[in-house]
């Protein structure tokens, strides 16, 4: 049983399709130089955690493996006399790759499930059998659709016995100041119930809301597969909050489902004429919003969020974006990295199309015009400013009345918080311009 991004034993048909296969199971995890090159400090930490979780689930026998997986699985299978190798199916362009060549190497991988409940591809239009371009329609295609129920949990499984050489559990340490959720199959399903306790009922209200805990916070699970969807979605009944929570849990399939079917918008424009647009090149601005020092109480709330949680708030995470795209003028990649870096939870289908979606390059697009305004968004969805006094220490003294605006009170900057980098305004028109001038009826600008 080769495990990736699906770190548990429960509702894990990939697990029990290897358990009928066989009479032993051979678990490994292999690392893959390629991934930790590209993969920051905290989502390395955690998937240390992670790997010892399982591994405890698993009675110590996980193999921690280093090397081509080809070589590792040939040695393993050979040495073990193993007939076929178990994955759950992978479809984002590196591992479907990664898969296609271990295969086309000779060995026999057999896949069972993915990370989601309806894997990409699978949901088409009935009209002329090709996929989605627009979230709504796709929803509603892919709850017509359906999933499985949960897997069951096996009860017992026989393990071999892997010798020291092969549990090379790797050093990852959390940087001492990061506060990152606990990883693990079992963390994951705690969380699950407290949400459901606690924030579910309220989930179509409280989930805009960035200084409360109103969302599950279930993202980096997803991502490592410490819990399936299919495990949520049997939860979930009828009310407004529940079908909230089934629609997010369908913007994670949707866009699994476009990178499948675009796998070059993983760092390309899908809608290509947003890469005719003038853009500027990353400067000391761009420094700032990575640092959370763009004047901007509640984008530098945000940002100094994701560098300490390895996570950002969803309704955060698009007034970023945009004001990064926006107000800066900076290509979506160079957001996309920079979360990529930082998130625990990265995604490379929800994290590429959800900077395109904000950026306004990406499916259903929320229109290019539509520029989110860092002030409005910030009184609307942080009304007292907890949020922003929770992570922008400088602004702590200010009243709910003037967190949002420090440069309109006297003693706004009396802590050192910075001034705007930018003007929004000013920076609004000139996006809307350049909008302007890849519209398909007017001549690129001369500039260009
Ligand atoms: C610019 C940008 C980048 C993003 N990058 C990532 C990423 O790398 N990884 C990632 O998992 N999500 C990403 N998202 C989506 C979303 O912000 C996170 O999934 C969400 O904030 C995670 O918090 P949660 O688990 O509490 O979400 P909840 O609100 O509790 O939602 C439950 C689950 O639904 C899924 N989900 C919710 N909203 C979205 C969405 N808009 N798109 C796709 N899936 C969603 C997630 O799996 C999430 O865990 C990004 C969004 C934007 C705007």
New binding site residues.
């Given amino acids: 049983m080769w495990f990736r991004r699906d770190l548990r034993l429960g509702d894990n048909p990939a697990l029990l399709a290897a358990i009928d296969a066989g009479d032993e199971i051979v678990p490994v995890f292999i690392l893959d130089p390629k991934l930790i090159s590209a993969t920051g400090s905290k989502r390395l930490a955690y998937l240390a955690q992670s790997l010892h979780a399982l591994d405890e689930s698993l009675d110590s026998s996980l193999h921690v493996m280093v090397g081509d997986q080809v070589d590792v699985l040939k040695e393993l299978m050979s040495r073990y006399a193993a007939t076929s190798v178990h994955i759950s199916a992978e479809y984002e362009p590196y591992g479907a790759a990664r898969d296609a060549r271990v295969e086309a190497a000779g060995i026999p991988l057999v896949r069972t499930g993915s990370p989601y409940a309806v894997a990409p591809g699978r949901v088409l239009k009935p009209s002329d059998a090709t996929p989605y371009k627009v979230y709504t329609p796709f929803y509603r295609a892919w709850c017509l659709h359906g999933w499985r129920k949960p897997a069951d949990t096996p009860t017992k499984i026989k393990l071999v016995t892997p010798s020291p050489t092969d549990r090379n559990f790797p050093e990852w340490k959390m940087p001492a100041d990061a506060i990152v959720t606990a990883a693990g199959e079992k963390a994951a399903l705690e969380r699950w119930k407290t949400?459901q306790k606690s924030a579910l009922q309220n989930?179509d209200v409280a989930?805009n809301m960035a200084g409360i805990d109103?969302?599950?916070?279930?993202?980096?699970?997803?991502?490592w597969g410490e819990i399936h969807?299919r495990t949520?979605l049997v939860n979930l009944g009828d009310s407004k909050a529940h079908d909230t929570?089934r629609k997010?849990?369908?913007?994670?399939?949707?866009?699994a489902d476009v990178l499948f079917n675009n796998p070059h918008t993983e760092k390309d424009y899908y809608s290509a004429k947003f890469s005719e647009m003038r853009y500027d090149k990353p400067d000391s601005k761009f420094d700032a919003w990575k640092q959370g020092l763009t004047g901007y109480p509640f984008v530098d709330a945000a940002m100094r969020q994701l560098v300490r949680e390895g996570?950002?708030?969803?309704?955060t995470?698009?007034v970023?974006?945009s004001f990064l795209v926006k107000d800066l003028h900076l290509e979506?990649q160079l957001?996309?990295d920079y979360?990529?870096e930082h998130?625990v939870?990265?995604?490379?289908?929800?994290?590429?199309?959800?900077?395109q979606?904000?950026a306004g390059s990406g499916t259903d697009a929320s229109p290019y015009y539509r520029v989110f305004n860092p002030i409005e968004q910030g009184k609307r969805f942080d009304e007292n400013g907890d949020y922003i006094r929770k992570y922008v220490p400088e602004l702590a003294h200010l009243s709910a009345a003037e967190i949002h605006e420090p440069w309109l009170f006297l003693d706004g900057y009396s802590h050192g918080y910075p001034q705007r980098i930018v003007d929004h305004a000013t920076e609004r028109l000139e996006s809307l311009a350049r909008l302007q001038e890849i519209k398909a009826d007017k001549p690129l600008d001369p500039r260009v």
């Fill in positions: 949400f989930y989930r109103g969302t599950s916070k279930l993202s980096a699970h997803l991502k969807p949520l929570f997010e849990i369908a913007w994670r399939e949707f866009y996570w950002m708030h969803n309704r995470r698009m970023v974006a979506w957001g996309a979360f990529q998130l939870d990265f995604d490379v289908a929800s994290n590429a199309h959800g900077w979606w904000t």
